[in-house]
């Protein structure tokens, strides 16, 4: 047997941070050689913080990074460990991202990310040169390229995250080449549901290429992007171990590299497909011979032993339900969000919510007092105050709603009205249109304008960070107010569409069982800007909005398309009605992108997100002409 323990650890980096970010690595680094780890693996990026976006284009940020690698080697000399760190380097007027394999002391190679994501959250291209195929370079001696590195133990096949997710990647010709064990250092963001695709393609890799891949994400929040953590260890297709999600912190297992070989013995399609490969002139990657760099002290190891101490009988199942899974892997989410925002700026001193008694602002208020639970467990309360800020229009349902949660999560709470102001500002806007009186929507949008111009003062005076509390659903469809409600320092739940707040809340309701919750939800939806307002009656049905966004911005259907599936999805709503709705999405989303362009900085928990930086890029002026049949 060639019994390998195999540590992989999740740093909860600040873009950067360089010195700190290294530390850390430093400080766990320690813990897994004391714990007897062979191959201790780190992120993607884990000295530079990811993502680090055109910050990479500044030489001295990159130039920056190598001190802090040469420290890592320098102070795990005496540390009988091999570890695989994540790194940026500048090469010839390339940044590279890279995989730097250090040992004794020594830096002995470096591997480049070859495939560069361009979708979604990313934009690696615009910044990253590529690592290439039988790519040999030396940069300030250190080898860099295509390599494997031969220990002891075995032999290493660094990668960094997005060359995992091609069938097409470095694996296949390392593997060809001899990798037994292939290491990914990863920054993969959080995407609702999206852990159990992470998990299914590293079997499917494990198991096409007949290896042992060692998986290491990273955790914690830069801007809007979360990094839920979640490493993954898989031998030859069969689960070995999963790391905990949304915490810092290593994970480890001992794993029989001997297998490996073994079942690629066995198994004849893969042996069958390396033979054409080498036929065709696959081109080898070079093993580097790092035999002497380090000697790993694995005498004590012990072959891992299965549950209930047999391999026939399966493992304790502690699946949780699909609905647990889904509501606690988005709150821990947008919680970490929230609090590594707070705590990363280094700017704030407390977090400010303007509470109306609904349920947007109930659900982050709920996400940040999660947060403060878990940074000040003695008095939670403390890191929070809520205001109620109440005009002619708002009920006393809802004031008494917001003023029980405050009460039960022990938030200091303050009611302050604007009803003098907004008569005094409307009565200004009256004078400047030559005495017309305004229109409607401009009385509703004065009310949330002087409630969001009153939070910023706090915020200003006080070093709190305003959290603004709109939903997506609403967002896309511009209900919502610029200079008002549209406003804040950082967006909560500005990615979650309304229908999964209800269902957040509705979670929420049954786990902890707070009257405030109920009082809130006892009530219809609607911002108590007019009177008697309710949004869906204004909108539409929530479940009919979100399913147009979806089908819209996701599925990129055109509004005849989204009709036919609106029809199938919801029969028992006439035709014509859907049609109505249909076309009252698609005016009111083209006509409010000039809105949401100009909305904060908001947390990502999936690949539909109204963000044009990150996600939907879309052009603020567009016609619709293409929509129309030809």
Known sequence: MRLVKLGLASVNTTVGAFIRNTDKALALAGKMAAEGVTLGVFQEQVIAGYPAEDMVQWQGFMDRQWPELERFARETAALPTVFVVGVGVAHQGLRLNCAAVVAGGRILGLVPKEKLPTYSVFYEARTFGRGQPGMAEVHRGVPLGDYLFRFDFGVVSPEVCEDIWSADGPMRRRTYS??????????????????????????????????????????????????????????????????????????????????????????????????????????????????????????????????????????????????EALCEDLLDALCLGVGDYFEKTRAFQVLGIALSGGRDSLLTLLIAHRYAKRARPENPGSLIQAFYMPSRYSSDATRDAAETIARELGVAFQVVSIDEAFERERAVAKT??????????????????????????????????????????????????????????????????????????????DT???????????????????????????????????????LYGSEKLTPAEILQALTAMFPEVESSRLSGYVEKFVRLFQQSIYKWVQSPLSLHIGNLDLDRERALQLPVVTGTEWMRPA
């Open 178 to 323: 001899g990798a037994e064990l292939v290491v990914n250092l990863s920054a993969s963001p959080f995407r609702l549901g999206f852990v159990e695709t992470r998990r299914e393609l590293i079997a499917t890799r494990a198991a096409d290429h007949q290896c042992t891949i060692a998986y290491c994400n990273a955790v914690g929040s830069n801007d809007g992007l979360i990094f839920d953590g979640g490493g993954f260890l898989n031998q030859n297709g069969r689960h070995v171990m999963e790391t905990p999600r949304f915490q810092e912190g290593y994970a480890a297992a001992v794993v029989d590299l001997d297998r490996t070989l073994r079942l690629r013995a066995e198994a004849t399609t893969w042996r069958v497909d390396r033979e054409a490969w080498l036929a065709q002139g696959g081109q080898a990657a070079a093993v580097l011979d790092c035999t002497q760099a380090v000697h790993t002290q694995r005498d004590a190891l012990t072959y891992p032993v299965p549950p209930h101490r047999s391999f026939f009988l399966p493992s304790p199942d502690t699946r949780r339900t699909a609905r």
């Open 512 to 550: 902890t069982g707070y009257e405030g919750i109920r009082k809130v939800l006892a009530k219809p939806a609607g911002p108590e800007l007019a009177h008697d307002q309710v949004g869906e009656e204004e909108l539409m049905p929530f479940p009919i909005l979100d399913a147009c966004f979806y």
């Open 432 to 509: 400047m249109l030559g005495g017309k009186d305004v229109t409607p929507i401009t009385e509703q949008n004065i009310q949330a304008r002087l409630r969001a111009q009153r939070m910023w003062n706090w915020s200003n005076s006080c070093g709190g960070l305003f959290l603004q509390t709109g939903n997506m659903s609403e967002k896309s469809v511009g209900y919502t107010t610029i200079g008002g409600d549209l406003m804040g320092a950082l967006a909560v739940i500005a990615n979650v569409p309304k229908t999964v707040v209800m269902y957040l809340l509705d979670y929420l309701q």
